[in-house]
Nanobody
Framework: EVQLVASGGALVQPGGSLRLSCAVSGFTFSTYAMSWVRQAPGKALEWISSITNGGINTRYADSVKGRFTISRDNAKNTLYLQMNSLKPEDTAVYYC?????????????RSQGTQVTVSS
């Protein structure tokens, strides 16, 4: 059974940092690209970052480029999202997801969400 468990969300002040984690099981993690997506209240699901299976290549949405860093530890079957210089507009529920490919915005598995709230 495929399981993705996201964690690390919290309430943080503008300008602060958080690191999200996603523990994966049920498939060969090192074989697949992975992504982070988010959904703000009243808005559609937004893709924010993807990483190739080996972690060599990454890509980011313009809204987070230069502030967020995606990474993975294949030995630990874990995906990460380091979020710096957080802004109120980053407030959303964050999900890790298994895309159909590195360049795809379709997902065949997604975690439960972890809430990130950026507010003073």
């Amino acid at each position: 059974e495929v399981q993705l468990v996201a964690s690390g969300g919290a309430l943080v002040q503008p300008g602060g940092s958080l690191r999200l984690s996603c523990a994966v099981s049920g498939f060969t993690f090192s074989t697949y690209a992975m992504s982070w997506v988010r959904q703000a209240p009243g808005k559609a699901l937004e893709w924010i970052s993807s990483i190739t299976n080996g972690g060599i290549n990454t890509r980011y949405a313009d809204s987070v480029k230069g502030r967020f860093t995606i990474s993975r530890d294949n030995a630990k079957n874990t995906l990460y999202l380091q979020m710096n210089s957080l802004k109120p507009e980053d407030t959303a529920v964050y999900y890790c997801a298994k895309p159909l490919s590195y360049w795809s915005s379709s997902y065949d598995s997604r975690s439960q969400g972890t809430q990130v709230t950026v507010s003073s």
